[in-house]
């Protein structure tokens, strides 16, 4: 179980990027080819949509690590 033992301060850059790389690559492929999204995705993007536009009022010092 030592993978449980998970320090502080790696679980809050966790939290200020909660969202991997890969996801921009996987959604910006999709949305450029046209890909039909499924209703999870939907949620997703929605949700991710809401995230960037929340990071941008709140943080704007903290937007160019988002880009």
């Known amino acids: 179980m030592s993978h449980m033992s998970v320090p ?3 679980s809050l ?19 450029l080819y046209n890909v039909p999204f499924t209703q999870r995705e939907n949620h997703f993007v929605a949700s991710f949509l809401h995230f960037l ?3 941008a009022i709140m943080l704007p010092e903290r937007l160019p690590l988002l880009i």
Do not use: A, C, N
């Not at 990027?17 to 949305?31: E, F, N, S």
């Open 8 to 10: 502080v301060h790696s």
């Open 13 to 31: 850059s966790h939290t200020l990027h909660p969202i991997p790389l890969q996801w921009y690559i996987v959604l910006g492929t999709q949305v």
């Open 53 to 55: 536009l929340t990071s």
